[in-house]
């Protein structure tokens, strides 16, 4: 509903009650809305130290280090996510939107394609996000002359180098436009 503050708050006096990994990530996912992604990031950890197999932390981790720009380090926190919960639409739609973010849009799309069986109308708690369908039509749109240019050239050009920026950029501005509206 867009209270993530107030959320933030709520969920703070829960913890002191009672710190639970469930509290960590949900607290976490209030801060990811606000743009904290440190605050985040230690939420999903502290939620990791206390049950290493409650897998919404790691979702929280993955996103929170995308925040910071270390997404090799979202992967692997994705993934951990997935390999405890493999039917977990969410996890997946998290790691397509990393890989896009990585410039990988080819496995960006199976990821994404994997998802949809899972859940076709699922659209992440999380603003700057959109369904999957809609991530893979702005995929689609945006990274098919790439991929083509890398297959006929694999060595990188400053051209398909430009084009992966150019589609990062682009899921940067959605998720920095749709957090303003929320």
């Known amino acids: 509903m867009g209270q993530y503050e107030k959320s933030v708050e709520v969920i703070s006096k829960g913890i002191l009650l009672d710190p ?20 985040a990031l230690s939420d999903a ?26 997404i090799n380090e979202a992967l692997a926190a994705i993934d951990t996510a997935i390999a405890l919960e493999p039917e977990n639409v969410h996890y997946w739609h998290v790691k397509g939107n990393l890989l896009a973010a990585n410039g990988n849009c080819t496995g960006a799309r199976e990821t994404l394609e994997r998802s949809l069986p899972l859940d076709p109308d699922y659209n992440l708690p999380y603003p700057g996000f959109s369904r999957a369908r809609e ?28 084009g992966i920026a150019a589609i990062s950029g682009m899921i940067a501005l959605l998720a920095v436009g749709t957090r303003k509206k929320a």
């Open 45 to 70: 950890d502290t939620g990791i130290s206390l049950n290493a197999n409650y897998a919404p932390d790691y979702g929280v981790q993955a996103l929170a280090l995308k925040g910071t720009g270390k």
């Open 20 to 39: 639970k990994p469930v509290r960590y990530a949900n607290r976490g996912y209030g801060y990811l809305a606000l743009g904290n992604y440190s605050a």
């Open 135 to 162: 991530t893979l039509a702005f995929l689609n749109a945006t990274c098919i002359p790439v991929v083509q240019q890398a297959s006929a050239n694999p060595v990188p050009t400053k051209s398909s180098l430009g």
